[in-house]
């Protein structure tokens, strides 16, 4: 069966530092890749979406930056981070565009 | 534009049955899909549909009408589990997938 990993589950970071999240999937090939963020009692934005690798496809203009260095690991990076930037990040695959997307556990990003 | 609308939040009893509602406009249609979410959790998978009427499972339904772009998941015999955010979200004829900012869905005893 297919598995979605993610980590780490909790970050605190001070404004300016850098992030790497990653995510990685078991048990399946080629999957469509995704990156979300909810802000707190809100709906999931998506912020980059990878149908292969090196694939990258950028929804929402911001200091974010995705990477898909191979078929099942997805990183969503910044080199420097705002206040702004706080809020849940999601990861999540699917097996083709219109077919379900199944979630990683997520991690909740506070910037201090 | 493209918009998804879902109630904010909705109150119900346990062992009652509620039903949450979703209007869509969007460019084209295929598929919508329903999430469940706890608080503090990632979304998980409920329903899919693609085709006009009513698909079942277990104490979860959803339904779908494509002519007046509703859709809604009824739920029953509700537990106290069930309290959680449901989201609505519709592929569009880019196969991209949009969004409704979820309903909040609170069970009393």
């Known amino acids: 069966s297919q598995t979605i990993h993610q980590w780490p589950a909790t970050l605190v970071q001070p404004v300016g530092s850098p992030l790497s999240l990653e995510c990685t999937v078991e048990?399946?090939?080629?999957?469509?890749l995704y990156w979300y963020r909810q802000a707190a009692g809100r709906g999931l934005q998506l912020l980059f979406y990878?149908?292969?690798?090196?694939?990258i496809s950028s929804e929402v203009p911001q200091n974010l930056s995705a990477s898909r260095p191979q078929d099942r690991q997805f990183i969503l990076s910044s080199k420097k981070l705002l206040l702004s930037d706080s809020g849940f990040y999601l990861c999540?695959?699917?097996?083709?565009?219109?077919?379900?997307?199944?979630f990683g556990d997520g991690t909740r990003l506070s910037i201090l | 534009g493209q918009n998804i609308d879902q109630p904010t939040e909705m109150t119900a009893t346990e062992g009652a049955i509620v039903q949450i509602n979703c209007t869509y406009q969007?460019?084209?249609?295929?598929?919508l899909f329903w999430y469940q979410q706890h608080a503090g959790e990632a979304p998980t998978f409920l329903s899919y549909?693609?085709l006009d009427g009513l698909e079942e499972k277990g104490r979860f339904s959803s339904f779908l009408s494509r002519s007046k772009g509703y859709s809604y998941l009824l739920l029953k015999e509700l537990q106290m589990k069930d309290s959680a955010s449901y989201l609505c979200?519709?592929?569009?004829?880019?196969?991209?997938?949009?969004w409704g900012a979820g309903t909040k869905l609170i069970i009393k005893p």
């Open positions: 969007t460019s084209g249609f295929n598929g």
């Open positions: 990878s149908v292969g690798i090196g694939q």
């Open positions: 048990g399946t090939s080629n999957p469509n």
């Open positions: 999540a695959w699917s097996d083709r565009a219109q077919g379900p997307q199944h």
């Open positions: 979200a519709v592929v569009d004829s880019n196969y991209q997938l949009i």
């Open positions: 549909n693609v």
